[in-house]
C-alpha cells in the first residue's frame, strides 16, 4: 500500500474542526484508492505563539521539510492582534512559504453547478460553468522587495519596492504554461507594462518563455483591464498568471465570483511535487467551536494535495465528484437555500466521506 507523510497545521479558530473534516475525507479515499496518510501534527500560527512564544517554531520547519507535503488550516484571531507585526500568526505565513521556497500560489475559482445561484454574477454572464486557474507569485515582488520609512523635508514617507528577476518570472510563468497544457491550453499573463518596468521585464520575459510552450494560446492583459474582465466575461480565462501583488487581488475578486469564500482551495508549491495546501479563508474565530463553519474548500485542498503533490488523481477526482454530488442536497449555513438540508461541519465531512 502506497504511503504519503503530511504534516498538519491544524492551526487556529475553525480550522482544527475543517482540517478534522478533511482528513476523514482523505482516509476514506485512502481506503478506496489504495493509499495510507501518515499525519505529523505540528504548530503554526497563535496556536504556536500560544505554546512557544513563536508563530513559526524551527521544529514546526524541520518537520514540513521531512514530509511529502503540509496542509493547514487557518491561522490568525483577535487574540494575537497586540503582537508585533514579526510575530504576528500571519508572520508564519510568510516565513514558511520563505523556508519552504513555495513559490507558486495556485488558486482555482470554480463554480460547482449546484450552486451557481450563489454567485453575483448574472447566468447569462458566467453560461453553464466558470473554471479558473490564478497562478500568483508568492515568494518576490513588493511584499518581499526594499521597504522603509524616514522623514523627508519634514515630512513622514513609506516605500515599498517591486522588484523582481528574469528568473523568478521563468520559474512562476514555466509553471503557469505546464497548467495550461494540462487544461485547456490558454494562458493570460497579467500585468502594468504601459507603467511599471518591472512589469515591462515580466511581459518580456513571459513571451521569451512562450516559444517553449507553441500549443498553449498566450495573450497579455493590464492588470486594471483583468479586474474589469473577471467581472464582464469571466468565462474568456482559463489560466491566469501574474505577480504576488496583482495575483492576491484578482483571485479575491475570482473568489467572490464563484459565490462562497468557503468554498474555496489553494496550493502553494515549490520545486518539484512539494507542496503547502489549505483554504483560502480566514480563521474565523467568531464561528469557532460552533460546528457551522463550511470544512468543503479545506476538503477540496486535499484533492489538490492528492492531484499535485502525491500523484493519486483518481482519488482528487472522486472527492470533488463528491462535493458536487452532496451539495445536491446538503449545505453548511453559510451557503444554505431552502429546499436544502442544513447540515453541520461534521455531517458535511461524513456525507462527503460516504459520496466516494
Request: with cysteine.
Amino acid at each position: 500500500m502506497r504511503e504519503h507523510k503530511i504534516v498538519v497545521l491544524k492551526g487556529d479558530g475553525i480550522g482544527p474542526e475543517i482540517v478534522d473534516e478533511a482528513l476523514k475525507v482523505l482516509d476514506a479515499a485512502g481506503e478506496k484508492f489504495g493509499f495510507k496518510m501518515q499525519y505529523d501534527e505540528q504548530l503554526m500560527g497563535g496556536c504556536a505563539i500560544d505554546a512557544t512564544g513563536v508563530p513559526l517554531p524551527e521544529e514546526t520547519v524541520t518537520a514540513c521539510k521531512a514530509a511529502d507535503c503540509v496542509f493547514l488550516g487557518a491561522v490568525g484571531g483577535p487574540k494575537w492582534d497586540t503582537q508585533p507585526g514579526n510575530n504576528r500568526p500571519e508572520a508564519g505565513l510568510l516565513g514558511i512559504r520563505g523556508a519552504l521556497g513555495l513559490y507558486a500560489n495556485l488558486r482555482p475559482a470554480t463554480i460547482f453547478a449546484p450552486l451557481k445561484s450563489a454567485s453575483p454574477i448574472k447566468d447569462s454572464i458566467i453560461g453553464d460553468s466558470m473554471d479558473i486557474l490564478i497562478v500568483r507569485e508568492l515568494t518576490g515582488g513588493i511584499y518581499f522587495g526594499e521597504r522603509g520609512t524616514s522623514v523627508e523635508n519634514g515630512v513622514e514617507v513609506a516605500y515599498d519596492t517591486e522588484k523582481y528577476s528574469v528568473p523568478e518570472i521563468q520559474r512562476i510563468a514555466r509553471t503557469a504554461f505546464e497548467m495550461a497544457m494540462k487544461r485547456n491550453k490558454k494562458l493570460t499573463s497579467v500585468d502594468k507594462a504601459n507603467v511599471l518596468d518591472s512589469s515591462r521585464l515580466w511581459r518580456k520575459t513571459v513571451i521569451e518563455l512562450s516559444k517553449e510552450y507553441p500549443e498553449v494560446e498566450l495573450s497579455h492583459m493590464y492588470v486594471d483591464n483583468c479586474a474589469m474582465q473577471l467581472v464582464r466575461n469571466p468565462k474568456q480565462f482559463d489560466v491566469i498568471v501574474t505577480s504576488n501583488i496583482f495575483g492576491d487581488i484578482l483571485s479575491d475578486e475570482a473568489s467572490m465570483i464563484s459565490g462562497s469564500i468557503g468554498m474555496l482551495a489553494s496550493a502553494s508549491l515549490a520545486e518539484g511535487k512539494f507542496g503547502l495546501y489549505e483554504p483560502i479563508h480566514g480563521s474565523a474565530p467568531d464561528i469557532a467551536g460552533q460546528g457551522i463553519a463550511n470544512p468543503l474548500a479545506t476538503i477540496l485542498s486535499a484533492a489538490m494535495m492528492l492531484r499535485y503533490s502525491l500523484d493519486e488523481p483518481a482519488a482528487a477526482d472522486a472527492i470533488e465528484a463528491a462535493v458536487n454530488t452532496v451539495l445536491t442536497t446538503a449545505r453548511t449555513p453559510d451557503i444554505y437555500e431552502e429546499g436544502f438540508k442544513k447540515v453541520s461541519t461534521s455531517q458535511m465531512g461524513d456525507l462527503v466521506a460516504a459520496n466516494l
